[in-house]
């Protein structure tokens, strides 16, 4: 190799290089402009979709706090024990039917209110409402039970 190829070789190395250089300088600022947008949409998906308000602040006012008091006998029937009083299913005594809550009342009220706390046979204990208290399954079973 004379001087003369040893420096055209050298001068296109250098061009090559600068080349290249640019390219990632270019990509690199690519993919710069891109990611804020990326990011923003990445923050806008994980963003919290709600907000906690609690009683006292300035998002509470007008708003009215739940009953915590005991639920009715009602109330409880009908989220907790109307599937199965209403329709018999398992043997179950049906809603406001003497015929089929005498033999149990016969062994008294107090039985009855035990059964239905504790469960008997398929009547599983408090009819699976595991957040109602004796004195909510008991006013139940007095729901039932009425003007029989």
């Known amino acids: 190799m004379n001087i003369r190829t040893a420096s055209l070789f050298s001068l296109t190395r250098a061009r090559i290089l600068r080349i290249v250089t640019l ?4 990509v690199g600022l690519a993919s710069m402009s891109v990611a804020g947008p990326v990011e923003d949409s990445i923050v806008d998906r994980i963003k919290p979709v ?7 602040d300035d998002c509470a006012k007008g708003l009215t706090m739940a009953a915590t008091g005991p639920r009715s006998g009602e109330e409880v029937y009908n989220s907790a024990c109307m599937a ?30 035990a059964n239905a706390i504790n469960g008997k046979g398929a009547m599983p204990a408090k009819g699976l409402c595991g ?11 007095d729901h039932m039970i009425e003007g029989i």
């Open 131 to 141: 957040n109602c208290s004796d004195e909510e399954i008991k006013a139940a079973v």
């Open 84 to 113: 199965c009083h209403t329709s018999g299913a398992a043997g179950a005594p049906k809603f406001r039917i003497k015929a089929d809550w005498t033999a149990r009342l016969a062994a008294g009220l107090e039985t009855v209110y």
């Open 50 to 56: 709600g907000t906690v308000c609690v009683a006292g």
């Open 23 to 26: 390219c990632v300088a270019a």
